[in-house]
């Protein structure tokens, strides 16, 4: 893309750094002190990826055919439908919703139509809060709308569940016409869904069998959910593809998923392990959301790869500016040094709205008249900035020069790289998640699945709560 360079985005962090910061900050030494384990790591994540260990790597590169067979299928099916309906959970959820809510009309739902470029609405239903689907019966027509059930493993309950809801629903409107608004993403062996799909008809996309659930956004699991809300998914790949050139470096300074990896991976080892993450847009909010699955479930480990007990991971905290200066930054500016903060920011929004010149004898009103809420935002950005700074909170701040498909593509690849990478410097499993399976192995033990019968056994050990301990 020829306009890559004036749409790279930047991560500044100068704020991480003792000159700046003060004595929480970072100094030489501690980047010195690491080059070994920061090559090693470098090396790590090259032969891992040459090794088709990191599959997710190579995902702007290779999709070609799917993203011809998305669009062909989008083309065909998004006049003939209301609503677009993804049911999933996790990383077959968040990155979608993401994606819609960073690049599409905040009230992209309430537009008529034609202003959404003739695609249908657009939800995501990942929990299994009954009020939420009941709800949502409420507002949409099923036979009006196209599900798209996600689902890598094909068997997570929730989804499944929705999903079951879902077709019978279906079935007794429609009949044997149910199956043409039901649309399935999975795996092309594991688990339920692709079974049921082949026998049921439904259309499938496949999900890569090396990508794994959090780091599967630029695989169908994204892709075709973005392309049914417009979402030019070239440009998003395209995006990816232009991080992988730059994460490529063997210069970390020159490497923006290393060096974010680094820096919070410095941050853990000065005992700061909360990192919050703080975007100035709404529509970068559920980036935040995406992110800290992709950061918490990624790294937080009780094994490191010697198979020692670490008990190790950075928590990500979701914030909101300017939203959160009014809530959460104080707690950022005085409370404990046990975390740093990353800003996000914006240079160019995409809308500009001027406060009038009104009240210009009320001195503390009239200052704002002619400004725009483009500068207020921004000004507050670097306010909050100066407030971390001056009370020695080590921040940096990643800058979008515009929020579009390119600079989204950008971001996500950047985090997963960093993600992979900070994985390595704590040398744990970045790419599994016992403690989530365990969770989901809970709930198969207490709802009776076959096959947990000692899981059931083990659940019904427990010792039983005391009334003691309850008011
Ligand atoms: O990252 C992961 O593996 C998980 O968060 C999964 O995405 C989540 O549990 C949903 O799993 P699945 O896509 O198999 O239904």
Redesign the pocket.
């Known amino acids: 893309m020829s306009n890559s360079a004036n749409q790279k985005i930047r991560l500044d962090y100068n704020n991480m750094m003792q000159e700046f910061v003060g004595g929480y900050g970072f100094t030489r030494e501690d980047f010195d002190g690491l080059a070994e384990k920061v090559s090693a790591a470098t090396t790590a994540m090259k032969a891992k990826r040459a090794q088709g260990l990191m599959d997710w790597r190579d995902l702007p590169h290779n999709q070609d055919k799917i993203v011809d067979e998305i669009l062909a299928y989008v083309a065909a099916k998004a006049d003939a439908f209301d609503a677009f309906v993804v049911l ?5 959820a968040l990155g979608p919703m993401a994606v819609q809510q960073a690049v599409n009309h905040p009230y992209y739902n309430e537009l008529p139509r034609d202003k959404r470029g003739g695609y249908p609405k657009f939800y995501v239903v990942d929990n299994v809060d009954p009020e939420r689907l009941v709800y949502l019966f409420d507002i949409i027509d099923v036979d009006k709308c196209l599900f798209n059930v ?7 309950s929730e ?1 499944m569940s929705q999903f079951m809801i879902i077709k019978q629903m279906l079935e007794e409107k429609l009949g044997p016409d149910a199956c043409r608004h039901i649309v399935c993403t999975t795996d092309s062996e594991k688990g339920n869904l692709i079974k049921i799909a082949q026998q049921e008809g439904y259309k499938t996309f496949i999900i890569p069998s090396g990508v ?3 780091f599967s956004e630029l695989t169908p699991v994204g892709l075709l959910p973005a392309a049914f809300a417009g979402i030019d998914i070239r440009a998003l790949l395209a995006g990816a593809a232009y991080m992988d050139e730059l994460c490529n470096n063997e210069d970390i300074q020159s490497n923006p998923g290393h060096m974010y990896g680094l820096l919070n991976y410095i941050a853990m080892r000065k005992g700061m392990p909360m990192s919050v993450m703080m975007p100035y847009a709404d529509s970068l909010k559920y980036i935040s959301d995406w992110y800290a ?1 992709l950061w918490a ?1 990624s790294l937080g480990k009780k094994y490191d790869n010697g198979g020692n007990v670490v008990n190790v991971g950075p928590t990500p905290i979701k914030a909101l500016g300017v939203t959160d200066q009014h809530s959460q930054v104080q707690l950022y500016v005085e409370g404990p040094y046990d975390k740093i903060v990353v800003l996000m920011g914006v240079d160019e929004y995409r809308e500009t709205i001027t406060i009038p010149k009104i009240y210009g004898d009320i001195p503390s009103l009239g200052f704002l008249g002619g400004a725009t809420h483009n500068e207020l935002i921004t000004v507050e950005q670097l306010s909050t900035e100066y407030a971390l700074l001056s009370s020695g909170r080590p921040n940096m701040t990643i800058t979008l020069p515009r929020v579009n498909e390119f600079t989204i593509g950008q971001l996500l690849y950047l985090f997963e790289v960093a993600t992979g990478f900070a994985g390595e410097l704590l040398n744990i499993n970045a790419f599994d ?1 016992p403690g ?1 399976e365990e969770g ?1 192995n809970a709930t198969y033990a207490m709802f009776g699945r076959p096959g947990y019968e000692d899981k059931k056994k083990e659940l019904d050990a427990r010792p039983a709560k005391k009334d003691g301990f309850i008011i």
């Open positions: 999933g959970i996790g990383g077959s996600v689902s890598k493993s094909g068997s997570t989804t794994g659930g959090r699955q479930e998640q989530v989901k």
